[in-house]
């Protein structure tokens, strides 16, 4: 909700100005233009979310969870009424093309699918006579008031692989989105207040450091999911976790392809072609580095050349448009700059998307697509996540030496592999250190009913984002042993 170009917080059911005396601009990468003010609220306005929650967790965990899920089945119908608006919203502020943002709305609608099953998916199990006339039971009970907090790149997903959860489960939730992106949400939350929840069940807090470590110090929060760069992910992890809370993070990734001789090329490039650019770069399953292997190097490079230089790069909303700008100034700066590194280091540019200027747009962030050759894999670039739309090659003679490059990386989101061969195939699968592997996949995005998982520096935690592992995330286990004799004794 906007009022008087400034975003509120909706707290407690209430939409309500921000006390905050900091605001920043969310501007539209494209064109540069100011669409709104975002408030950086403050450690008090956080106390008032979590006390609104608090206060909505005793009656909404005692809400059975078949009643709790009808929220969810209107939450979808209305997101669905909504569908082409919200994802206008997120091109506009995110900078994707709406072909994009529509793709990923539609992830998340999915995790407000699979979350109506929580009447199965929170079922406990039991045994009887563990002794003669005692039963054992496992009960799965919600944590209390629990908190997300969200990244730049997905505006709409990412906040739904876990709200639908918190709440089908019995917790209250609240939401930190990126103050970069904030809007899409606010649009998601004036939705949200049309379901009829109890007040407090669902928040939104909008803000940046000061307001995530008021969630982070919170006592009365028991629960932190956190989606955003390595970094700050772990960050969160180690403040989360010494107060005392579960903490979910998901990090950044520096995501490897392999290419063997025997992969279907054309299919390959086009694929990893999109895997690089899509987003312009800026998904965390991005692919960053290809790796050839023998035979595979002139074809792949020729072609994969071929379509970065060609890819049409433009403002979102424009329909012909297959790349938006990066999210900032200081990214595309940022950017710029990382590729040069790479040239310093011995890397060919051999496809140059540095000082972009798109007709119509010249004031908006574009960098265009960008492939550094014969990257040193040892060298700074190698390792550094880019967060943009640039592709580095590397060239081996054998599978085994292009897997050690792939398992050199302290990131561990995602490797793919292109072959034909089965054997191969089998081999990365078991031996790449990555949580998400893609084989003929060029962004292996799991389903919502998969855990969305993550190794290395890519993740610090137990239980992932998504289907079971977000019921595991959002319940405690509960044992219980009774004993009902028919005839009360003191013998034993
Ligand atoms: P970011 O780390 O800058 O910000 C993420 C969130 O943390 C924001 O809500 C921000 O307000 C907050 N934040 C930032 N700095 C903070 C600090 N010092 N203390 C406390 N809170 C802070 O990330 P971003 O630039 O918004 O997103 C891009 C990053 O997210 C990339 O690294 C990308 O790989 C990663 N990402 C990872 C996944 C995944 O599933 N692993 C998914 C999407 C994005």
Request: proline share 5%; with cysteine; aromatic share 8%.
């Amino acid at each position: 909700m906007i009022q008087d170009g400034q975003l509120l917080n909706y707290v407690g059911g209430i939409w309500k100005r921000s006390r905050a005396s900091e605001f920043l601009d969310v501007r539209n990468p494209a064109t540069a233009e100011t669409m709104v003010r975002v408030p950086l609220s403050s450690r008090d306005e956080v106390d008032e979310a979590v006390r609104a929650a608090q206060a909505a967790f005793a009656g909404w965990r005692r809400t059975p969870p078949v009643e709790r899920i009808q929220y969810l089945f209107k939450l979808k119908r209305l997101l669905e009424e909504h569908f082409d608006e919200i994802a206008r919203l997120t091109t506009q502020e995110c900078g994707k093309t709406l072909a994009e943002s529509r793709g990923e709305l539609q992830r998340g609608l999915e995790n407000v699918e699979v979350a109506t099953g929580i009447p199965s998916l929170m079922m406990g199990y039991n045994v009887e006579d563990i002794a003669s006339g005692i039963d054992e039971h496992m009960l799965r009970q919600p944590v209390g008031v629990v908190a997300a907090i969200t990244p730049f790149n997905f505006p709409g997903m990412i906040p739904l692989w876990f709200l639908p959860y918190a709440i089908a489960c019995g917790n209250c939730f609240i939401l930190k989105p990126s103050e970069k992106v904030p809007m899409t949400m606010s649009r998601v939350f004036e939705v949200i207040d049309q379901l009829g929840l109890p007040p407090g069940v669902l928040s939104l807090v909008n803000g940046a450091k000061e307001t995530v470590d008021a969630l982070l110090d919170h006592p009365d929060v028991r629960a932190i999911s956190f989606v955003g760069s390595s970094p700050v992910a772990k960050y969160v992890y180690g403040r989360a976790t010494a107060n005392g809370k579960r903490a979910q993070c998901q990090g950044g990734a520096k995501n490897a392809v392999v290419v063997l001789p025997d992969a279907d090329m054309e299919m390959a490039t086009r694929i990893i072609a999109d895997s690089s650019f899509g987003c312009a770069g800026q998904r965390c399953l991005a692919t960053a580095v290809a790796i050839t292997v023998g035979e595979a190097r002139s074809i792949f490079t020729e072609q994969v050349a071929h379509a970065a230089a060609t890819r049409r790069v433009g403002y979102g909303l424009d329909p012909e448009i297959e790349m938006g700008p990066v999210i900032t100034p200081e990214s595309k700066q940022r950017v710029e700059s990382l590729i040069g590194k790479g040239v310093s280091e011995g890397a060919k540019v051999i496809v140059d998307g540095r000082a972009a200027s798109i007709p119509g747009y010249e004031r908006g962030y574009f960098v265009r697509p960008t492939i550094l050759d014969d990257v040193d894999p040892r060298g700074e670039i190698a390792r550094t996540e880019i967060f943009g739309p640039v592709l580095s090659l590397m060239h081996t003679q054998t599978i085994d030496e292009a897997i050690d490059l792939v398992n050199a990386a302290s990131f561990g989101n995602m490797a793919c592999l292109f072959t034909s061969s089965g054997a191969a195939a089998r081999k990365f699968r078991y031996e790449a250190q990555a949580g998400n592997i893609g084989i003929n996949i060029g962004v292996a995005a799991p389903m919502a009913f998969f855990p969305f998982s993550g190794w290395k520096e890519s993740f610090f935690g137990d239980m992932h984002a998504q289907g079971r592992d977000a019921v595991e995330f959002y319940t405690q286990k509960k044992v219980v042993v009774e004993r009902w004799p028919s005839d009360w004794s003191r013998k034993f």
